[in-house]
């Protein structure tokens, strides 16, 4: 949860997450949609899906617990260079270095590395001096104190330099350069793409949800329909409402940002005037919203069906 996300938006979902999964086993033989509506709003939703595949390869290879050598370890989906040596390092006392973003930090201004830090050159680099810095002894202590040193002193914004018990030799603060290291990733203007999401309901306040595709944006996350136009919305209302024209209203249009892209999202309503007979599946179904609330959401989705009673009158 700790990747891309801060701590303090963390600490509840993390408490929620290991009551409801507390075991391995527990959380392996979970339904996926248990564990993205635990996640949603977290953001990066491949990471709650490779936490649920690599359960259940723990459980199937690995008799429910997580292995004890590096390679198996970095195999199970999710793990990587830096998980997998944070994990025998702080569990086990073993020496492997790690590099997450708050070493990679300290790192890049003790040495004085340059460019993005997520670039190969840099990491390169970065990685020889993860190595070159772990001790022999007290791993667990170590890995735990170079994060710490990153996470509450060498901070991204404002490092207390004059409390760093590395500042005699640090390079970035001898050359003036703490504001400017680590190098930031060169920005881009962001692309926008466009969205009609459709609010379906029938007369008993059903709503009609889809199961997202397993790859893409929002994979295998319950959503709104969605439509390019009003034409093919209409076409997309159509199954649900055959006989008469179909008026949309139109809500409060939103924008969402991804990394790579923002999304333009315009909402449209439509009330169908008898309760609906859709068989569900397993990629759409008819939900109340008390149910809706219980499925794994796009945060974005998750407020725009929370606000529907005071969007539609």
Known sequence: MLQQTQVATVVPYFLRFVEKFAS?????????????????GLGYYS???????????CVEQHHADLPKTFDRLAALPGIGRSTAGAILAQAHGMKFPILDGNVKRVLARFHGVRGWSGSTAAQNQLWKFAESHTPD???????????????TVCTRTKPRCTECPLSDDCIALHDG???????SKPRRALPTRTTMML???????????ERRPPVGVWAELWSLPEADDIESAKL???????HDDIVFRHLQPFTHTFSHYRLDVTPLAFDVCFKAHIA???????VSPTEAAQLGLP???????ENLDKDIP
């Open 199 to 209: 609010i379906l309901r029938d007369a008993s306040g059903r709503l009609l949800l």
């Open 177 to 183: 350069l703490t504001a400017t290291l680590p190098e």
């Open 24 to 40: 391995t086993a527990e959380l392996a033989a979970a339904p996926v949609d248990d564990v993205l509506a635990s996640w949603s």
């Open 47 to 57: 990471r709650a899906r490779n936490l649920h595949k690599a359960a259940t390869i």
């Open 137 to 151: 002894s007290r791993m667990a202590d170590y890995t735990q104190a170079i994060m710490d040193l990153g996470a």
């Open 236 to 242: 997309g209302a159509a199954f649900v409402h055959a």
């Open 280 to 286: 569900d599946d397993s990629n759409r179904r008819w």
């Open 299 to 305: 945060a974005p989705v998750r407020k725009l069906i």
